[in-house]
């Protein structure tokens, strides 16, 4: 049981570059979430997904996509890269009862 | 919309002692689950301790409990007997059932002294 996984781990981009982060959950739950992290300020949700086939913006969406690939699978894609984007991205998913959410190891994205 | 605010930006403790590290939260839902979530150096977010809005009854988990104020909605953290492992940022978060989101506060960076 992997729990949460994320690749890559680290990330380097030039300015208008594109990638996708890969996520993956092996504790049949139906919520995935994406979330960037930077310094003095916390957590801030990205886009969501309450169930396969469906996502919605949080946050912070300017930039970013999202795919619910399937029920284990939710990936973030940067189409065109920006400096503003450098941070750490982490994401998480959900118990389906207990609303504890489970992150996975964080990806260190930098772009130059 | 829900917001969550921890005012202690670092905190330090000598080992052994006991260290309270403090949220308030604003919302207007009656349903919702407080967190705390502890990210040491090695960046995993490592869930502490949740707190259900319904109970009354504080969590506790080993040496780390919860002072859950409803009506002033404070949730702060008190870590007992502090060890050098707790060293760590601390973020309280806070799940309201309606939105399906967790809001985090900025975090508490807390150092251990030997």
């Known amino acids: 049981n992997a729990g949460v996984t994320q690749t890559p781990k680290f990330q380097v981009l030039k300015t208008g570059q594109s990638m996708t982060l890969q996520c993956a959950q092996d504790?049949?739950?139906?919520?995935m979430y994406w979330y960037r992290q930077d310094p003095g300020m916390g957590l801030r949700l990205i886009y969501y997904?309450?169930?396969?086939?469906?996502?919605d913006k949080g946050e912070v969406p300017n930039g970013y996509n999202v795919s619910r690939l399937n029920k284990r699978e939710f990936s973030l894609r940067l189409e065109s890269a920006a400096p503003s984007q450098t941070s750490v991205y982490f994401c998480a998913s959900r118990e389906n009862i207990a609303y504890e959410q489970y992150f996975g190891p964080g990806t260190r994205l930098t772009v130059t | 919309a829900q917001t969550v605010t921890q005012s202690q930006p670092e905190m330090s403790v000598q080992e052994a002692e006991t260290v309270t590290l403090s949220c308030t939260y604003d919302t207007s839902e009656s349903d919702y689950y407080l967190f705390w979530y502890k990210q040491p150096p090695s960046r995993q977010m490592i869930l502490v301790i949740r707190q259900e809005a319904y109970k009354q009854q504080n969590a506790t988990e080993n040496r780390f409990s919860v002072n859950f104020q409803k009506a002033a909605k404070s949730f702060s953290l008190k870590i007992s007997d502090s060890q050098l492992g707790d060293a760590a940022m601390y973020f309280c978060a806070y799940y309201g059932g309606a939105t399906n989101k967790l809001i985090f506060g900025t975090g508490t960076l807390l150092a251990v002294q030997p």
């Open positions: 997904s309450a169930s396969e086939g469906t996502t």
């Open positions: 504790m049949n739950h139906n919520s």
